[in-house]
């Protein structure tokens, strides 16, 4: 199963430890380095000199107030966590610094006709296909109070002041719909026991996609992500930049998935599934909510993390995690003032509200990072940051909204857009009265807000 052996580890290994941070922990000290596991991989983090070289250009020159936005204060811009299963834990990616970027052959330039990013509702159902909208509603889900799933034109505002510099718009709702596919019209209003096909209506055009019963049961049926960005290209309107299909459906791409949340595809197409960022499957799918950002990089959290990973396979030795973090201070920052922020929240599962906020900022920061790939920006492995890669659910919820001061550089770029007018933009979104006292939205305002204070010391 596509989860982190972290969650896994916490809880077969020591339970009544991990159940114990969980309800108590106070996150007063964080730890703004790799953490211990790091030593374990292959990971080798850049040195800061590599990381102030990597934002420079022989091209662009960033000046003035854009310039203050640039700078990797570890205050600001922790390391990535390297824990127990996350990607950069695993293979390596490599680095990518802003004149690779622009050297890049394979990004697609925005041009001026050709800079509008489009976002894309849910396929609708047509009637004969009850058995599909039930694949839209997850099995063996919590008590907590259900929720809608989160609204196209909210994702579309935030990708809108993300994005800031290009203009982001709404296809028409009916743009795609489900119907039976011609060849199995008979047969479609049973349940697939097999991979089989339906029918994507995308205006004059009926186009078959794969489906097939959920692996892990989780959910009662898939569609087939490749199948459904192929039809996208064919609504593509000519002004687009990229096109973001947004689907209240569980995905699958090869054979041997279990699911999958979201690819870019194509170099200017993406999908992004809801259906695995439900909060209601957060016990079943072992993420830990606690910690999720910006409270990921508690230093008790990390270290427990580290201790259910026993030995060091590379080097054979045990890992002495308490000995590597003790001295490290919590600093005064964005950072901290995002945790702050963060412990003031009620518990999520309390109001429906607070669950579709934070249901909604999954999808936000998941469409935010594949958009990001459709510009050409790779996986990041210099800082935590919006760009870096994930291995799993529980990874995705410890990464963090923002963008690290290199990956910045590249969004600027494209967009045309100052750091600080991309920061108000994203700071109004935050900031929105159903959004500011909710997680995800709450601690990514107070670490915007600390962020343009430091601009102007």
């Given at each position: 199963?596509?989860?982190?052996?972290?969650?896994?580890?916490?809880?077969?290994?020591?339970?009544?430890?991990?159940?114990?941070?969980?309800?108590?922990?106070?996150?007063?000290?964080?730890?703004?380095?790799?953490?211990?596991?790091?030593?374990?991989?292959?990971?080798?983090?850049?040195?800061?000199?590599?990381?102030?070289?990597?934002?420079?250009?022989?091209?662009?020159?960033?000046?003035?107030?854009?310039?203050?936005?640039?700078?990797?204060?570890?205050?600001?811009?922790?390391?990535?966590?390297?824990?127990?299963?996350?990607?950069?834990?695993?293979?390596?990616?490599?680095?990518?610094?802003?004149?690779?970027?622009?050297?890049?052959?394979?990004?697609?330039?925005?041009?001026?006709?050709?800079?509008?990013?489009?976002?894309?509702?849910?396929?609708?159902?047509?009637?004969?296909?009850?058995?599909?909208?039930?694949?839209?509603?997850?099995?063996?889900?919590?008590?907590?109070?259900?929720?809608?799933?989160?609204?196209?034109?909210?994702?579309?505002?935030?990708?809108?002041?993300?994005?800031?510099?290009?203009?982001?718009?709404?296809?028409?709702?009916?743009?795609?719909?489900?119907?039976?596919?011609?060849?199995?019209?008979?047969?479609?209003?049973?349940?697939?026991?097999?991979?089989?096909?339906?029918?994507?209506?995308?205006?004059?055009?009926?186009?078959?996609?794969?489906?097939?019963?959920?692996?892990?049961?989780?959910?009662?049926?898939?569609?087939?992500?490749?199948?459904?960005?192929?039809?996208?290209i064919s609504i593509l309107?000519?002004?687009?930049?990229?096109?973001?299909?947004?689907?209240?459906?569980?995905?699958?791409?090869?054979?041997?998935?279990?699911?999958?949340?979201?690819?870019?595809?194509?170099?200017?197409?993406?999908?992004?599934?809801?259906?695995?960022?439900?909060?209601?499957?957060?016990?079943?799918?072992?993420?830990?909510?606690?910690?999720?950002?910006?409270?990921?990089?508690?230093?008790?959290?990390?270290?427990?993390?580290?201790?259910?990973?026993?030995?060091l396979k590379k080097h054979?030795?045990?890992?002495?995690?308490?000995?590597?973090?003790?001295?490290?201070?919590?600093?005064?920052?964005?950072?901290?003032?995002?945790?702050?922020?963060?412990?003031?929240?009620?518990?999520?599962?309390?109001?429906?509200?607070?669950?579709?906020?934070?249901?909604?900022?999954?999808?936000?920061?998941?469409?935010?990072?594949?958009?990001?790939?459709?510009?050409?920006?790779?996986?990041?492995?210099?800082?935590?940051?919006?760009?870096?890669?994930?291995?799993?659910?529980?990874?995705?919820?410890?990464?963090?909204?923002?963008?690290?001061?290199?990956?910045?550089?590249?969004?600027?770029?494209?967009?045309?857009?100052?750091?600080?007018?991309?920061?108000?933009?994203?700071?109004?979104?935050?900031?929105?009265?159903?959004?500011?006292?909710?997680?995800?939205?709450?601690?990514?305002?107070a670490w915007i807000r600390?962020?343009?204070?430091?601009?102007?010391?």
């Amino acid at each position: 199963m596509w989860i982190s052996k972290l969650c896994l580890l916490l809880r077969q290994l020591n339970p009544s430890r991990f159940a114990e941070m969980s309800h108590t922990c106070h996150h007063s000290s964080l730890c703004f380095s790799p953490s211990a596991h790091a030593a374990a991989t292959s990971y080798k983090r850049p040195g800061e000199r590599q990381r102030v070289a990597a934002t420079k250009s022989n091209i662009r020159i960033f000046s003035g107030q854009d310039k203050h936005f640039l700078d990797g204060d570890s205050r600001v811009f922790p390391a990535p966590l390297i824990l127990p299963g996350d990607d950069l834990a695993g293979d390596t990616e490599e680095s990518q610094s802003f004149q690779a970027w622009l050297d890049g052959q394979t990004r697609n330039p925005v041009t001026a006709k050709k800079k509008t990013i489009y976002v894309v509702s849910s396929p609708q159902i047509e009637p004969g296909l009850e058995f599909v909208r039930e694949w839209t509603k997850p099995k063996g889900s919590t008590n907590e109070p259900q929720t809608e799933a989160p609204s196209t034109e909210d994702i579309k505002e935030y990708l809108a002041a993300f994005y800031h510099g290009l203009p982001v718009k709404m296809m028409p709702p009916s743009a795609l719909s489900i119907m039976p596919w011609e060849k199995t019209k008979k047969r479609t209003r049973k349940p697939m026991s097999r991979e089989q096909y339906l029918g994507l209506n995308i205006g004059d055009e009926c186009v078959r996609i794969r489906a097939r019963t959920c692996p892990d049961g989780v959910y009662g049926g898939q569609l087939n992500l490749d199948d459904l960005l192929d039809a996208a290209i064919s609504i593509l309107p000519k002004d687009a930049y990229a096109l973001i299909l947004l689907v209240d459906f569980d995905l699958y791409e090869d054979e041997d998935d279990e699911f999958v949340c979201g690819r870019a595809y194509g170099g200017s197409r993406v999908a992004v599934s809801s259906a695995r960022y439900n909060p209601s499957l957060d016990d079943i799918q072992q993420i830990e909510r606690t910690h999720a950002w910006p409270a990921s990089h508690c230093v008790d959290y990390i270290s427990s993390c580290v201790s259910a990973e026993p030995v060091l396979k590379k080097h054979k030795t045990r890992i002495d995690s308490k000995s590597m973090h003790k001295s490290i201070p919590t600093l005064d920052g964005p950072m901290k003032d995002a945790v702050l922020a963060y412990q003031d929240l009620p518990d999520v599962g309390s109001t429906p509200s607070l669950i579709y906020a934070l249901w909604l900022g999954r999808m936000c920061r998941t469409a935010s990072h594949e958009l990001g790939h459709c510009f050409g920006i790779a996986h990041c492995v210099y800082y935590a940051c919006s760009m870096q890669g994930t291995a799993s659910i529980c990874e995705d919820a410890r990464q963090p909204a923002y963008l690290c001061p290199l990956d910045l550089t590249k969004l600027l770029h494209v967009t045309g857009s100052s750091a600080y007018e991309r920061y108000e933009a994203l700071l109004t979104f935050c900031e929105r009265p159903k959004n500011i006292d909710t997680h995800f939205f709450g601690p990514f305002a107070a670490w915007i807000r600390s962020r343009l204070r430091l601009s102007d010391e």
